[in-house]
């Protein structure tokens, strides 16, 4: 599945970000190409959510570059909404409007921000709540869905921009065991259609299944990365080795 | 009461008084709301000059306020003059009640609203954010709706205590309910107790119908699903 020859899409090189005296990320670097997926694991507090983060400008970094979709992240005259527009990203919590209904959270982006049409805006939510498998859920609000109906609905709400690239940040550890599949099955879905992702996992099984690359980070580096099949059966740093051997 | 001349007072205060407590209630709810928002910018003067104001208002007594903007200020204000020999500040008494009562309710009212603001989840902002919304779309379409929320009750609270504090306009000879009844108890003494019950019934119906509208809202706004 790999997507030899497709052009660069998010290129970081040597990345720094501290919070404070805090060195989170020392100097990361990484590229992804255009349809890739790309899985990023580790234990906690090793990096990963900060370094996703920085993706999509969420987070500034202190050093390094980051490029996405030609945007440059450390332009001081960085347009941050072109950025946005670009870069879809889905969180633990789902963090969707509580106030608004799965429909409304869905069209507010692209009516507010991309000054959409409401009725097309609309036309496409509905066609977006299909494709995340919750039609007849439009117009729910955030309280009455499951996790995992909720966790949908933020995806869909991020593909409304129609990004060029999705971030997902441990979309599946605030879930439970069965639910967690269904969002899955989701982002497989997505992959498969040519979006680029970049996961922050912990699903192992999923990310051997769906990623074409995986990186490993520790203390804010990246220990080792490479296809799936290298990565769990040919692991060579023995903190690679030592994780892997306390979670499979 | 039964004199015409008494009911006139009477009815003529619940009015202005009515007039006061709603201009104020408005002005005092914009005054938190833009003073609440000004507390999250960028900009560090706006965000001292924010504080400034609210330490001033809420640290002083609204009765002394009043007499300082009424009198004090009252001085600097230009007139107008309707017929030539009148001089007429451009700003009445019952302007200055509304504008020295507005900011001091203001000044509690912002740090209402930045309790509901700070209730907002941090996360609840970055996904906007991260959407692309700008920090007055953030604000507008999803901070505001979900901290009104929070800060109802507080707020209630709060308007109650203006629609009392209308009262002080007393201070500056505003016509209103009070006023009008100390001037019938004045010139009839014998109407000084039924007149003190009636002021106290038409607070209470005044206070009561504010209270039931809020607690409507309140119950408008509710989300199924959330916050219960």
Known sequence: MLKKNAETIVSIKDVHKSFGQLEVLKGVSLDVKKGEVICVIGPSGSGKSTLIRCINGLNDIQGGQINVCGIDLTDPKLDKLELRKRVGMVFQQYNLFPHKTALENIIMAPTLVLKQDKAASEKRAFELMQKVRLEGKEHAYPGELSGGQQQRVAIARSLAMNPDVMLFDEVTAALDPETVKEVLVTIKDLAQEGMTCILVTHEMGFAREVADHIYFTDNGVIVEHGSPKTFFNKAKDPRTKEFLSQIL | ?228
Request: glycine content about 8%.
């Open chain 2, 1 to 228: 009461m039964y004199e015409p001349v008494q009911q006139g007072k009477i009815l003529s205060g619940i009015w202005m008084t009515i007039k006061l407590s709603f201009f104020c209630l408005i002005l005092s709810v914009v005054i938190g709301i833009v003073g609440a928002f000004a507390q999250g910018s960028k900009i560090r003067i706006l965000r001292s000059f924010v504080q400034g104001y609210i330490q001033f208002f809420r640290n002083t007594p609204p009765y002394v306020q009043l007499l300082f903007f009424y009198f004090a200020l009252g001085q600097f204000t230009p007139t107008y003059s309707p017929d030539g020999w009148l001089e007429l500040p451009i700003i009445s008494n019952v302007g200055w009640a509304i504008i020295s009562l507005s900011f001091f309710a203001g000044a509690f009212n912002v740090e209402i609203f930045r309790a509901g603001i700070e209730a907002v989840a941090d996360s609840t902002k970055e996904a906007a954010e991260s959407l692309g919304f700008s920090r007055f779309q953030t604000f507008r379409y999803v901070i505001f709706p979900l901290a009104i929320r929070v800060c109802l009750p507080s707020l209630n609270n709060n308007l109650i205590n203006l629609v009392k504090t209308t009262t002080q306009a007393f201070g500056i000879a505003v016509p209103e309910l009070l006023y009008q009844s100390v001037t019938i108890w004045n010139d009839y003494p014998s109407a000084q107790y039924p007149t003190m019950l009636l002021v106290f019934v038409v607070y209470i119906l005044l206070v009561g119908v504010l209270v039931l509208s809020m607690n409507t809202w309140e119950k408008n706004l509710r989300i199924p699903g959330y916050g219960q």
